[in-house]
Antibody, heavy 126, light 107 residues
Framework: QVQLVQSGAEVKKPGASVKVSCKAS????????ISWVRQAPGQGLEWMGW????????NYAQKLQGRVTMTTDTSTSTAYMELRSLRSDDTAVYYC???????????????????WGQGTTVTVSS | DIQMTQSPSSLSASVGDRVTITCRAS??????LGWYQQKPGKAPKRLIY???SLQSGVPSRFSGSGSGTEFTLTISSLQPEDFATYYC?????????FGQGTKVEIK
């Protein structure tokens, strides 16, 4: 079955960096993109960005531009999200999710995110 | 950015009740909308995609409707396992944006 398994919880000091991994299984990794979403404690969901596992193209949320980098390693079917210059308001659960897209009768479709990882808690504290 | 206004922010309902949650988009998004259920400490789970298509494995008491700027998630007969927070997500354009969430609580 399709599964995304994320790396474990992290505790970081302000100004540090964190890199979260998301290992995919049960499907052809390069056929789907990966989105990243975060959720601060007690808050709603925030889209962070997207990466194509096919060609590495990315699209990041404006507020994170310059601090976030998303990459993939197709040899291990793993996606990564690195966030730099961490602040206390980056404390959140970070999720990866597979993008549900493809072609039907030669027409491209995109249905948003279908399968999600279990989440990785990142705590930023001095 | 497209703003998604979700209402209500919370509601109390009883088992067996019909529940309706609404999302309004600040501009037309065709049917590029999904609905997600999130339980405490768990990742979101997709219920509906393309505004009205039921995700495989999701009970038929969940349904979605709408197009353009107005969308609705309906639970026809609320079950104990449905108490959770629900979010809409527009994926018509970047950045993708979520509604603020609706917490469904036991009355």
């Amino acid at each position: 079955q399709v599964q995304l398994v994320q790396s474990g919880a992290e505790v970081k000091k302000p100004g540090a960096s964190v890199k979260v991994s998301c290992k995919a299984s049960g499907y052809t990794f390069t056929s789907y993109g990966i989105s990243w979403v975060r959720q601060a404690p007690g808050q709603g969901l925030e889209w962070m960005g997207w990466i194509s596992a096919y060609n590495g193209n990315t699209n990041y949320a404006q507020k994170l531009q310059g601090r976030v980098t998303m990459t993939t390693d197709t040899s291990t079917s793993t996606a990564y999200m690195e966030l730099r210059s961490l602040r206390s308001d980056d404390t959140a659960v970070y999720y990866c999710a597979r993008d549900d897209d493809g072609y039907k009768a030669s027409l491209y479709y995109y249905y948003g995110m279908d399968v999600w990882g279990q989440g990785t808690t990142v705590t930023v504290s001095s | 950015d497209i703003q998604m206004t979700q209402s209500p922010s919370s509601l109390s309902a009883s088992v067996g009740d019909r529940v309706t949650i609404t999302c309004r988009a600040s501009q037309g998004i065709r049917n590029d909308l999904g609905w997600y259920q999130q339980k405490p400490g768990k990742a979101p789970k997709r219920l509906i995609y393309a505004a009205s298509s039921l995700q495989s494995g999701v009970p038929s008491r969940f349904s979605g409707s709408g197009s353009g700027t107005e969308f609705t998630l309906t639970i026809s007969s609320l079950q104990p396992e449905d108490f959770a927070t629900y979010y809409c997500l527009q994926h018509n354009s970047y950045p993708q944006t979520f509604g603020q969430g609706t917490k469904v609580e036991i009355k």
